[in-house]
């Protein structure tokens, strides 16, 4: 399985960037899709998560200002980002948890990373 992610970039404060990570290769179903970032001297954190069911989890700091959308027929995974703050800014993973096949064990999956940067 491989994942693409894209959408990154430069923004002003208040402005909006809307990442996608779509996943290709053998996959019977993605049982959970999400974005993590990492900023420079930091751990990696969860920014938002979105279930098979369509349940969501979001950080804290990104509640309001920050969708996570998925469409299984594409197997891709969106994080729409309004308001963008520069403490939003970092590297942007998308983190897939995906089953290849019936009754097969569930395996994480990892983007490559897509960098946002929010100007002050």
Same mark, same amino acid.
Not at 5 to 13: E, I, K, M, R
Not at 27 to 40: E, V
Not at 90 to 97: D, E, G, R, S
Not at 113 to 116: L, N
């Given at each position: 399985v491989q994942l693409q992610? $894209? !959408?990154? !970039?430069?923004?002003? #404060?208040g402005g909006s960037l809307r990442l996608s990570c779509a996943a290709s290769g053998r &996959? $019977? @179903? &993605?049982? @959970?899709? !999400?974005? *993590? @970032?990492?900023?420079?001297g930091t751990q990696r954190e969860l920014v938002a998560q979105i279930i098979s069911g369509g349940t969501t989890l979001y950080a804290d700091s990104v509640k309001g200002r920050f969708t996570i959308s998925r469409d299984n027929?594409?197997?891709? +995974?969106y994080l729409q980002m309004n308001s963008l703050k520069p403490e939003d800014t970092? +590297? *942007?993973?998308?983190?897939? #948890?995906v089953v290849q096949r019936n009754w097969g064990p569930e395996l994480d999956y990892w983007g490559q !990373?897509?960098? +946002?940067t929010v100007s002050s």
């Open positions: 992610a $894209s !959408g990154g !970039g430069l923004v002003q #404060a &996959i $019977s @179903r &993605i049982n @959970r899709m !999400g974005w *993590y @970032r990492q900023a420079p027929d594409k197997n891709t +995974v970092a +590297v *942007y993973f998308c983190n897939l #948890a !990373g897509t960098q +946002v």
